[in-house]
Nanobody, 120 residues
Framework: QVQLVQSGGGLVRAGGSLRLSCATSGDIAGVASMAWYRQAPGKLRELVADISETGAANYADSVKGRFTISRDNAKKTVYLQMNSLKPEDTAAYYC??????????????WGQGTQVTVSS
């Protein structure tokens, strides 16, 4: 029943901006860390940014200064604001969340992925 639904991907010109959203739904009692990963064809999935339940954030060096991860705990949603996009940012982006179910179980969940394509 728990789902992570992503939105906000698409095609953008180099230098443009996109904002990704990942909304959790279901009988969720708590959200711990949340993160964004990306995977380009022929590449390993890499961590883009993560954010703790208290709001502490970390970024991959390649996106530092350009991307901002944030979360809305009331909405149980994580966002990724992507500015100054480069062609090398082109990838499928996946959100991740560690969620606690209503009965107390913690588990890892992934979004369905959304494509971000940055043209030169």
């Amino acid at each position: 029943q728990v789902q992570l639904v992503q939105s906000g991907g698409g095609l953008v010109r180099a230098g443009g901006s996109l904002r990704l959203s990942c909304a959790t739904s279901g009988d969720i009692a708590g959200v711990a860390s949340m993160a964004w990963y990306r995977q380009a064809p022929g590449k390993l999935r890499e961590l883009v940014a993560d954010i703790s339940e208290t709001g502490a954030a970390n970024y991959a060096d390649s996106v530092k200064g350009r991307f901002t991860i944030s979360r809305d705990n009331a909405k149980k949603t994580v966002y990724l604001q992507m500015n100054s996009l480069k062609p090398e940012d082109t990838a499928a982006y996946y959100c991740y969340a560690s969620l606690r179910r209503s009965w107390g179980n913690w588990a890892d969940y992934w979004g369905q992925g959304t494509q971000v394509t940055v043209s030169s």
